[in-house]
C-alpha cells in the first residue's frame, strides 16, 4: 500500500496492540491495524481505524473481556 506520509509505495499494516490511559481506567486494544513504512519509517493509524478505536473505547463496557494482565511502569 502506499504510505501516506511520504507517497512510496511498500508500506505495511502491522498488527500491535495498543494501551489507553493508564491506573484503573487503563484499556487495551490488541490487533490494532498499524501502517509501518520501511522507507519513511513513520507508523501510523489511519482515519478508519481512529475511527473504530473511538468506536470501541464508546463501548468498552460492553466488548471488554475483562483479563489479569501484569503491568510495570518504566521506572
Ligand atoms: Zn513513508
Known amino acids: 500500500m502506499i504510505c501516506d506520509i511520504c507517497g512510496k509505495s511498500g508500506a505495511r499494516i502491522r498488527r500491535m496492540t495498543r494501551s489507553y490511559?493508564?491506573?484503573?481506567?487503563?484499556?487495551?486494544?490488541?490487533?490494532?491495524?498499524?501502517?509501518v513504512c520501511p522507507h519513511c519509517g513513520e507508523s501510523y493509524l489511519t482515519a478508519?481505524?481512529?475511527?473504530?478505536?473511538?468506536r470501541l473505547k464508546l463501548h468498552r463496557k460492553n466488548l471488554a473481556q475483562e483479563r489479569c494482565i501484569d503491568v510495570v511502569a518504566f521506572a
Not at 21 to 35: A, K, T
Not at 48 to 54: P, V
Request: a negative charge; glycine letters at 10%.
Open 21 to 35: 490511559g493508564r491506573g484503573e481506567n487503563l484499556f487495551v486494544i490488541e490487533n490494532v491495524p498499524v501502517v
Open 48 to 54: 478508519e481505524t481512529l475511527h473504530e478505536i473511538e
